[in-house]
């Protein structure tokens, strides 16, 4: 079976910086795939690579058989994507961001209005549809933004940082959505998180990564039960084994913080 999305070799660097390290990756048709890692991981440089937001060599990355390097417009036809910073236009209605989404993905006109309700719908905003996004509550932004990836019917749903900065209900419900969708669709869906409860309990696989490397890869409950803990374990002791070493040195700075 092809792969959703396979990375072999990944290297990049920004000046003397490398951001990611040499890493293989494949995630399988269907799945949620967790990145995980510390601030600095090279979560999103791996995710803008394979969105094609970032060049790459080719045979380096392919989306479900589809080299990215050679076929970036045709892969960015299969992928829904929302990143870590808005992507919403608060100045226009929720149905309105959503069908200038349609047009970008190119959506087929005389599909365009009934997959723009579907995605709507999808998301539990119908009701909401016609404010302005401005006045919309974090938690339904981000699913505003979920519903813009999703109306172009994606077989890759690719998600930054989905839920930061929202309370634990609102977190709760994109979750919840996403789920849904995954369920109804079978599409795959590859997210970074920070929140390890999160991917715990909603991945099928998470990867670890520290440093621009890939340290670990598993279902959440291999990765726990090879901690051979003496007592109850999560995916945060996971966490802390293959990134502690660095907690001081990747939380200390007010740019991280900031920027989470």
């Given at each position: 079976?092809t ?11 920004f ?29 999103t440089?791996?995710i ?16 479900f058989?589809?080299?990215v390097r050679?076929?970036r417009?045709?892969v960015?036809r ?10 919403a236009?608060g100045?226009?209605?929720g ?7 349609a ?5 087929p ?19 909401a549809?016609?404010?302005v ?10 699913r ?16 930054d ?10 977190r709760?419900?994109v979750?919840e ?12 869906v ?6 390890m ?5 909603s991945?099928?696989?998470?990867a ?13 409950a291999?990765l ?23 907690w001081?040195?990747?939380?200390k ?6 920027q989470?």
């Amino acid at each position: 079976m092809t792969s959703a999305v396979s990375v072999r070799g990944l290297r990049y660097a920004f000046g003397d910086t490398v951001a990611v390290d040499g890493i293989d990756l494949d995630v399988e048709p269907g799945e949620i795939f967790g990145l995980l890692g510390p601030n600095g991981a090279g979560k999103t440089t791996t995710i803008r690579s394979i969105t094609t937001l970032l060049p790459v060599p080719r045979d380096t990355v392919s989306v479900f058989g589809l080299d990215v390097r050679r076929r970036r417009i045709a892969v960015r036809r299969l992928i829904g994507y929302v990143p870590q910073m808005l992507s919403a236009d608060g100045a226009l209605t929720g149905r309105e961001n959503v069908s200038l989404f349609a047009r970008l993905y190119d959506v087929p006109r005389r599909e365009r209005a009934t997959r723009v309700d579907e995605a709507i719908a999808a998301m539990g905003l119908t009701e909401a549809a016609g404010r302005v996004a401005r006045t919309y509550s974090g938690g339904m932004i981000r699913r505003l933004e979920l519903a813009q990836a999703l109306v172009s019917s994606p077989r890759l749903l690719v998600l930054d940082e989905p839920t930061i900065g929202l309370d634990p209900v609102a977190r709760a419900g994109v979750w919840e959505r996403i789920a849904q969708v995954r369920r109804e669709t079978g599409m795959t869906v590859l997210v970074t998180t920070h929140y390890m409860d999160e991917a715990e309990h909603s991945c099928d696989r998470v990867a670890l990564m520290h440093r621009g490397r890939v340290r670990a890869v598993g279902s959440p409950a291999e990765l726990i039960a090879s901690l051979d803990a003496a007592g109850p374990a999560s995916l945060d002791e996971v966490f802390k084994v293959y990134a502690g070493d660095d907690w001081d040195e990747e939380t200390k700075g007010l740019r991280n913080v900031r920027q989470t």
